[in-house]
C-alpha cells in the first residue's frame, strides 16, 4: 500500500446505518472546507489560521503527513483531521487535530470519525492509531472524546488515545 497521503483516492465504510465517505486532501482542495472549520469551531479561532495552518501541515516533508476530511451520504463535510506516519519502529498513524460537526444525534459523526480514523490507518498499512491528547481543544470536544474512544477500541496512555489496528 502506498504511504502517499495526498492520494485522490475516495474511501467509504458503514457507520450507524449511514455511509460515511473520507479522502486525503491536496492544498488545492482545502479553500472548500472553510465552512465546516468555522461551523465546528464555536470559538472562530480554528478559522482564522485555518489556511496558513493547513498549508504549513501539508508543505513539511520530512514525515508523510495530510489532512483527511470525513462526509456523511449526503456529502455534508462533518469532519475532518490532521494527521502524520512517523518514521519509527513499527508504523504509526498520528492524529494531530481533530474536528467534527454534529448534526444528528450526538456523537454520530464522532463515532464514524473515529471508525475511519482506524480505516485510514489500514489503508495506510499502520499497526496502531495515536490520537495525541491535545487533538481537541474544545472542552466538549474533549469530554466527547474522552467517552466514545473507549467504545471504538481507543485506550488512554500518557495523554493520548491509542488503538492497535
Not at 502506498?2 to 479553500?31: F, K, M
Not at 472562530?44 to 495530510?66: H, S
Not at 467504545?151 to 491509542?162: H, K, L, P
Request: hydrophobic share 45%; aromatic share 6%.
Amino acid at each position: 500500500m502506498s504511504t502517499d497521503l495526498q492520494s485522490d483516492a475516495h474511501l467509504s465504510v458503514p457507520v450507524d446505518g449511514l455511509i460515511w465517505s473520507w479522502r486525503a486532501l491536496s492544498s488545492a482542495q482545502l479553500e472548500p472546507l472553510l465552512p465546516f472549520v468555522l461551523a465546528a469551531d464555536p470559538t472562530g479561532a480554528d478559522a482564522r489560521c485555518w489556511k496558513r495552518d493547513a498549508f504549513a501541515w501539508l508543505d513539511v516533508r520530512q514525515t508523510p503527513r495530510g489532512i483527511t476530511s470525513v462526509q456523511c451520504l449526503a456529502g455534508l463535510t462533518l469532519a475532518l483531521f490532521f494527521h502524520t506516519v512517523p518514521q519509527t519502529e513499527g508504523r504509526r498513524l498520528a492524529i494531530e487535530r481533530l474536528r467534527w460537526l454534529e448534526l444528528a444525534r450526538p456523537h454520530r459523526s464522532l463515532d464514524a470519525l473515529l471508525v475511519i480514523i482506524a480505516e485510514q490507518a489500514r489503508h495506510l498499512t499502520c499497526d496502531e492509531v495515536v490520537i495525541a491528547g491535545g487533538a481537541v481543544t474544545e472542552q466538549s470536544a474533549r469530554s466527547a472524546l474522552a467517552e466514545r474512544a473507549e467504545t471504538a477500541g481507543f485506550v488512554r496512555d500518557r495523554g493520548n488515545w491509542r488503538r492497535p489496528v
